[in-house]
């Protein structure tokens, strides 16, 4: 039998996670009005808290039995 179990998202996983994106579709601007590139973003991300991973994403754990990303 497959136990359930929720796993908590690390910094790590976070970062893993991102390099699947391309963050400049997004046209994600910085405080001055500047468009970011991808690899602004992603190297933005090294210095983010899980905190500011969950705002971004909008999930903090994953269902090992569903697959799902949830926010706890």
């Known amino acids: 039998?497959?136990?359930n179990k929720?796993?908590?998202y690390?910094?790590?996983?976070?970062?893993?996670?991102a390099e699947a994106f391309d963050y400049e579709l997004d046209e994600v601007k910085?405080?001055?009005?500047k468009?970011?590139?991808?690899d602004d973003i992603k190297k933005q991300?090294?210095?983010?808290?899980?905190?500011e991973f969950h705002d971004w994403f909008g999930?903090?754990?994953k269902n090992s039995w569903t697959?799902?990303?949830i926010r706890k």
């Open 1 to 3: 039998m497959i136990e």
């Open 6 to 8: 929720i796993i908590k």
């Open 10 to 17: 690390t910094k790590k996983d976070f970062l893993d996670y």
């Open 30 to 33: 910085d405080k001055n009005g």
């Open 35 to 38: 468009v970011l590139t991808d």
């Open 45 to 51: 991300m090294e210095s983010w808290s899980l905190k």
């Open 59 to 61: 999930f903090s754990h």
């Open 67 to 69: 697959g799902d990303e």
